[in-house]
Nanobody, 115 residues
Framework: QVQLVESGGGLVQAGGSLSLSCAAS????????MGWYRQGPGKQRELVAL???????NYGEFVKGRFTISRGNAKNTVYLQMNSLKPEDTRTYYC?????????WGKGTLVTVSS
C-alpha cells in the first residue's frame, strides 16, 4: 500500500500564490507518474499537472503557465507551485501517484481563492 500526505492548501486572495506538496510513503517499488488533479462541488475531477519519473510534464489547459509541477530529489515527493490564482481555481486538489501499475489518491487539500 502507498499512503499520500498532502499539504499546503488554504485561503489566498486572487492573484496570490500557494504551494502544494505531496509525499508518498509505504510499500514503494516503482513510482512512475505523480501529480495533481482538482475537483469542485458538482464538477468532474480534472487534470492539473502530471510529471513522470523521466521528467515529462503535462498540464491542464486552464493552467496557462501559472502553475509549475516538480518532483523532489527523493522522487517520492511532488510539488505544485500555483501563481496568479483566480477565484475559479477554488477546488479541492488531490495528489495522484502511479506506483507499480496502480493509481493512488490523496485525501485532498482545499484551495480557496477569494476575489
Amino acid at each position: 500500500q502507498v499512503q499520500l500526505v498532502e499539504s499546503g492548501g488554504g485561503l489566498v486572495q486572487a492573484g496570490g500564490s500557494l504551494s502544494l506538496s505531496c509525499a508518498a510513503s509505504g510499500t514503494i517499488f516503482n513510482v512512475n507518474t505523480m501529480g495533481w488533479y482538482r475537483q469542485g462541488p458538482g464538477k468532474q475531477r480534472e487534470l492539473v499537472a502530471l510529471i513522470t519519473s523521466g521528467g515529462r510534464i503535462n498540464y491542464g489547459e486552464f493552467v496557462k503557465g501559472r502553475f509549475t509541477i516538480s518532483r523532489g530529489n527523493a522522487k517520492n515527493t511532488v510539488y505544485l507551485q500555483m501563481n496568479s490564482l483566480k477565484p475559479e481555481d477554488t477546488r479541492t486538489y488531490y495528489c495522484a501517484v502511479d506506483e507499480d501499475g496502480m493509481r493512488y489518491w490523496g485525501k485532498g487539500t482545499l484551495v480557496t481563492v477569494s476575489s
